[in-house]
């Protein structure tokens, strides 16, 4: 029977509408807002509906993303169908997308590329989503317009626009949110202020979190806390014509690690990553056509301690990263609506500290692409190509007996999709995909103990290019009675970089080297909602992969197990009162990489409740989450703890918001 558990996730609406109890009308003008069809600009690289965009795409905004939001971004998307987290405790997480993550899933800042040494497995992206207007994801290969290390897909968080105002006017306004997660005793805020006059808006933003150690079913994981500061202040100048922003941000993270208490007793090793980022983009308009171009600069400082009390720094990783891209949005020609683009970048990446796991080397890279779209009657097409140029420079390491090194990489990539009947209720997608990740220096390089990850790192200099080619197919409804979509896939990855869990049997993570080889990943992701009666919905969603070594047959590692997910939920109106039950089981990951550990097969009950309602400022909401509801105690497979630490227990989780 534990095999058929279903798990319940409480979901709160939030929309605006009137102060007393919505009327009729007011209940269809929301159901007419909802009917509304979504847009994004990740996927092809202008405002599209998701309809119409043949490659599988998730965008999570307004209540969705406010019930979601989570500390880092893996956490906040992990209940979407083929997303999980790759974990190190609340807080710490890394997306991981139909089974790949770290290089092989491209994380943007409103469309800016980030590197944020995403190599490590222990290493989340340090990009801040809490005051963010929503989540974008592309699930499979997107090289055609973001180049290296898009084989999985892509997650772009994209921020508010700045205000506007007519004329001499004044605008002011603000947010404010706060949270609570009672699962590492974790107090959370995020205040906004923005305001405009004219074409002039302006917007400062500040987000600061402290979590405790991790709170398990059976007790605190010790040396599990973390705390986060992030500041982002952004201003710019709209007209019809043009536009121009500027965003400057910084982020302050301090993470301490655990290890295992029965081989590492009283470990209080810990790192600090500190990441700012400058950001010029702009905007030109000339009938029809819009070029569309921005500029940036990134540095993330990571270092990393094995002791609480010292200030030495056991290993030091800083890169600084440059970035530009261009991109001309055609007027329509021979029907074709789309891109012209090229991007660069430059990372230039030093080492600090007493240990020494990579050498310093410079990276540079360059590509040009083109993405089109055309609608044929009942059909809507699209494709697109991109060749990129790679290189890595490396003056040497006397510690890692590293001479100086150059190595050249170059890629061809393309994309081709069709989509049968858009809009209609039934429609069919159809997608291939070619994507490349060229190898980084610590695949190539690596030779030490890497404190994050508490193990000995061993890089291959030989390594080739990584390749895939992917194959989407998916049925999309959207009738009176059902809504959702069901997604099958196969990624074919030639030359696939590994690392691969050696040393001590049982103990997966003692030592890791990398490997290349061939792998095929196949799998299927569904997500439906049926509406009931009386306010009532039900919803289903789930994900299975199969990845395989085809040469020798093995599993790859880190790919997570059969998921599903099913919720009713009971929505009053907007503004108004929700309640929602979740049901979540993860099978036993059977197919485990050599001596990795698999724990055993596990369910959860979620709860959420919320309540919203309109002041003469704006909308507040307070949602109110009852988390393992039954303090199960179970060990997920993609956590970084699994083999000596259970998951959290029961926790609570308060979230307040409100306008100002």
């Known amino acids: 029977m534990r095999h058929t558990k279903w798990i319940f996730c409480l979901l709160l609406p939030a929309t605006a509408g009137a102060q007393t109890r919505p009327d009729s009308a007011a209940r269809a003008k929301a159901d007419s807002a909802r009917a509304l069809p979504t847009m994004q600009v990740t996927a092809s690289a202008v405002a599209t509906d998701t309809r119409r965009v043949a490659q599988p795409t998730t965008v999570l905004s307004g209540a969705s993303l406010r019930l979601s939001q989570n500390a880092s ?5 992990e209940q979407v169908a083929g997303i999980r987290s790759l974990s190190m405790t609340t807080g710490i997480g890394k997306p991981v997308i139909r089974g790949l993550t770290n290089n092989r899933v491209v994380t943007l800042a409103n469309g800016q590329r980030t590197e944020t040494q995403q190599w490590g497995h222990d290493h989340s992206p340090n990009v801040e989503s809490a005051d963010a207007e929503r989540l974008e994801v592309v699930k499979g290969p997107a090289s055609v317009l973001y180049g290296s290390d898009a084989l999985g897909g892509v997650v772009n968080v994209v921020r508010r626009k700045l205000p506007s105002a007519e004329g001499p006017q004044h605008v002011t306004r603000g947010r404010l949110a706060l949270g609570y997660h009672g699962a590492n005793l974790a107090p959370s805020a995020t205040l906004t202020g923005e305001g405009a006059r004219g074409a002039f808006g302006w917007r400062l933003s500040g987000t600061g979190r402290r979590a405790d150690d991790l709170r398990t079913s059976t007790g605190p994981l010790a040396n599990s806390g973390n705390r986060t500061a992030y500041l982002e202040g952004a201003t710019g100048w709209h007209s019809a014509a043009r536009d121009v922003e500027l965003t400057v941000s910084s982020r302050d993270e301090t993470i301490r690690i655990a290890d295992d208490p029965v081989t590492s007793p009283g470990y209080t090793g810990r790192q600090r990553i500190r990441t700012e980022r400058l950001t010029l983009e702009g905007n030109a308009r000339r009938g029809q056509h819009r070029l569309h171009v921005q500029a940036g600069v990134e540095s993330n400082r990571r270092s990393e301690f094995d002791d609480a009390s010292t200030r030495d720094v056991t290993l030091g990783l800083h890169s600084r990263t440059g970035t530009a891209f261009a991109n001309w949005h055609h007027a329509p020609w021979l029907g074709m609506t789309g891109v012209v683009g090229a991007q660069v970048q430059q990372t230039a990446f030093r080492t600090f500290g007493n240990e020494t796991l990579i050498p310093d080397n410079t990276a540079r890279a360059v590509g040009v692409y083109a993405l089109q779209q055309k609608a ?19 003056p040497g390491n006397h510690v890692l007996q590293l001479a100086p090194t150059s190595r050249q990489f170059n890629a061809l990539t393309g994309t081709a999709g069709v989509v049968y009947k858009a809009t209609s209720p039934v429609s069919v997608a159809f997608n291939v995909a070619r994507g490349f990740r060229a190898p980084s220096a610590s695949d190539l390089f690596a030779n030490g103990f890497h404190e994050g990850t508490r193990a000995f790192e061993i890089g291959r200099a030989d390594l080739r290019v990584e390749t895939s080619l992917n194959t989407d197919l998916g049925v999309r409804l959207r009738t009176a009675r059902v809504f959702g979509e069901l997604t099958g896939y196969v990624n074919r990855i030639r030359d696939y970089i590994y690392l691969a869990p050696v040393g001590v049997p049982g103990r997966a993570l003692d030592s890791l080297e990398v490997r290349q080889g061939n792998a095929r990943l196949l799998g299927a992701e569904a997500a439906f909602t049926v509406p009931l009666a009386h306010g009532l919905s039900a919803s289903v969603n789930g994900d299975v992969v199969r990845a395989v070594n085809t040469v020798d047959g093995s599993a790859l590692p880190f790919v997570p197990p059969i998921r599903t997910l099913g919720t009713l939920r009971w929505d009053e109106g907007a503004p108004g009162r929700s309640l929602a039950i979740t049901g979540e089981w993860n099978a ?4 485990v990489f050599r001596d990795d550990f698999a724990p055993p097969a596990w369910g959860a009950l979620h709860v959420n409740a919320g309540y919203s309602w309109l002041t003469s400022r704006g909308l507040v ?15 997920d497979f993609m ?3 699994k083999e000596f630490a259970n998951a959290a227990g029961r926790a609570l989780v308060l979230r307040v918001s409100t306008d100002l």
């Open 588 to 591: 036993k990951q059977t197919r």
């Open 376 to 394: 044929v009657g009942d059909w809507s097409l699209s494709g697109g190509a991109r060749f990129d140029r790679r290189s890595l420079d490396t």
């Open 73 to 77: 971004i893996g956490e906040t998307l």
């Open 621 to 635: 909401n307070v949602d109110l989450r009852l988390r393992n509801a039954t303090n199960a105690r179970y060990r």
């Open 639 to 641: 956590s970084r703890y």
